[in-house]
């Protein structure tokens, strides 16, 4: 019995260890080209970065940042991006509520249809729907425009598929209890439903927020000036500025300039973002 005991614990320390390194591994893959760009960004603009000293440049400078703001209006970019992805969550959370409670409390004619079919958007690559959402925007007269950029999203397949799980898990005596009480839908929605819902509402939030923020082909194909143009597409439009050309402290302070936000509030909200994700995952 002790040797079996022995033996266990040996191959779980093993299992740990093998598991540490891996994820310490995995870490360095990320973190190592973002250090390098946050050293880079931090280097004098005449400084080449050819000599193979770029962990050790000194004197450091915020000079490539102040230039960067000075080439291009990210200030407006910012706006744009935060104004497009608040049209977008705010229509999502409705559309994602709405579809997933129907699939979940009600019965209808061809529902499970319909569900696969919400499910099949899931399937479909967002390059295969660029042409027709394109033709369709410039049909409304809508091209280069911030509501252009978030209509494409104002349905979420994996939102809905998300959502409804979590309705399926309430206990139908629950919600029998409700229409017994003569609650009407919306109540049983917003008194029943909702309530244990609301980490998943989170989760999703926090990962469409995410998701919007680094979007980079549908902004860029349907915005053609700044005023539009949201953190993505401004970045790339910085890189074709003649006078950039392959000032490589220069570009890696404005790509900083567009991810760093998002990536600070993530390490102020990741024991909340993480939560989320786990009790979606649970539930």
């Known amino acids: 019995m ?5 033996g266990g614990g040996w191959r779980a320390r093993l299992g740990r260890s093998v598991l540490y390194i891996t994820t310490f591994a995995l870490a360095l893959v990320w973190a190592v080209p973002m250090a390098w760009a946050v050293v880079a960004s931090l280097r004098p603009p005449t400084d080449p970065l050819g000599r193979g000293d770029v962990w050790f440049a000194f004197p450091l400078t915020l000079e490539n940042y102040t230039r960067a703001l000075a080439l291009a209006p990210f200030g407006q970019y910012y706006v744009n ?3 497009v992805i608040l ?3 705010a229509v999502q959370m409705v559309t994602i509520t709405l579809a997933a409670f129907a699939f979940a409390h009600f019965n209808f004619p061809g529902k499970r249809a319909i569900f696969y079919l919400v499910l099949l958007q899931l399937m479909i690559p967002t390059t295969a729907l660029l042409a027709p959402n394109f033709a369709t925007i410039r049909a409304l007269g809508l091209f280069d425009t911030r509501l252009a950029i978030a209509i494409p999203y104002f349905g979420s397949a994996f939102g809905t ?8 898990d309430i206990p139908r005596d629950l919600v029998d ?6 609650c009407r839908w919306w109540q049983l929605l917003r008194h029943i439903y909702l309530p244990p819902a609301v980490p998943t509402l989170i989760a999703f939030g ?3 927020t995410a998701w919007h923020w680094n ?3 549908w902004p860029l194909v349907i915005t053609n000036s700044d005023q539009a143009r949201p953190l993505t597409a401004g970045l790339v439009r910085f890189t074709q500025l003649g006078e950039i050309g392959a000032q490589w402290a220069l570009l890696s302070a404005a790509t900083l300039i567009v991810i760093l936000p998002l990536f600070v ?3 102020f909200f990741q024991k909340r973002f993480i939560q989320s994700f786990v009790y979606s995952g649970i539930k």
């Open 215 to 217: 979007e980079f082909l």
């Open 87 to 89: 049209m977008i969550l």
């Open 177 to 182: 209890a409700g229409v017994m009480d003569g």
């Open 81 to 83: 991006t935060i104004v």
């Open 206 to 208: 926090l990962s469409s």
């Open 265 to 267: 509030v993530f390490l």
């Open 161 to 168: 598929f998300l959502l409804r799980q979590v309705f399926l």
């Open 2 to 6: 002790s040797g079996n005991v022995m």
